[in-house]
């Protein structure tokens, strides 16, 4: 009957969900930058379950969940998982995807309340996991605290180390035979494709209209 509980526990699914969401738009879009934030996501997990089993710090109540992977509880990897995703994203929204039409305030606005989105979630979501009684308050924030310097870090790694070499790796065999491709020249890969498609649509429109006649 707590339906603060239920939804908590709904929203703590979020990274499931984000995983899901990313090995849909993977095998959909085929984007290098893509794969590389899942890499850094299951790179920063890789992380938590490590700091976890040097720290051992145990869960506020081990007998209240008997279906937890592991009995350690510091840092919350729930809390690392969702500060890592919302503030890679926004770095990638203020620093990698640029302005690219003239429609300033409307761009700015939207990236804006997304940024809030990511934000509130990460809070509502780690604060869940407290409230369900999975973690403390200080595994919650030295997660969140985690979570974001791994986030900062392999942003910075991606931009200065790997996106040189994305063209490259877009020109592997393997890779044009997985249709892998690096759009890491684009600066807004959203209005590119509206703009790309609209065009194509049109001209096709403008034949099928010329044979028809």
């Given amino acids: 009957g707590d339906f603060s509980g239920q939804l908590l526990a709904y929203l703590s699914l979020g990274p499931i969900f984000i995983i ?4 849909t738009l993977i095998i959909f879009k085929r984007e290098l930058h893509t794969i590389s934030f899942l890499g850094g996501l299951v790179f920063n997990e890789g992380v ?3 700091i976890k089993n040097v720290i051992r710090e145990p869960r506020p109540c081990e007998e209240t969940h008997s279906t937890v992977t592991t009995k350690y509880g510091m840092p919350s990897s729930h809390s690392q998982f969702m500060w890592f995703f919302s503030v890679y994203s926004f770095l990638f929204l203020y620093l990698r995807m640029h302005q690219t039409n003239n429609a300033r ?4 606005l939207w990236r804006h309340v997304l940024s809030i989105c990511l934000v509130t979630v990460a809070l509502l979501v780690s604060y869940s996991r407290v409230y369900l ?3 403390t308050w200080s595994q919650v924030l030295y997660g969140g605290v985690a979570g974001s310097i791994m986030a900062i870090a392999w942003f ?3 931009q200065e180390i790997l996106t040189p ?3 490259r ?3 592997w065999p393997i890779s044009e035979f997985f249709l892998i491709r690096d759009t890491s020249l684009i600066p807004n890969i959203l209005w590119f494709e509206y703009t790309v498609t609209r065009a194509e649509a049109r001209n096709r429109q403008r034949k099928l209209g ?4």
């Fill in 20 to 23: 899901v969401g990313f090995v």
């Fill in 156 to 158: 910075a790694f991606t």
């Fill in 169 to 171: 790796i877009a020109a």
């Fill in 133 to 135: 009684l999975y973690h």
């Fill in 165 to 167: 070499l994305f063209p």
């Fill in 105 to 108: 305030f409307l761009d700015l």
């Fill in 48 to 50: 938590n379950w490590l």
């Fill in 210 to 213: 010329t044979k028809l006649q």
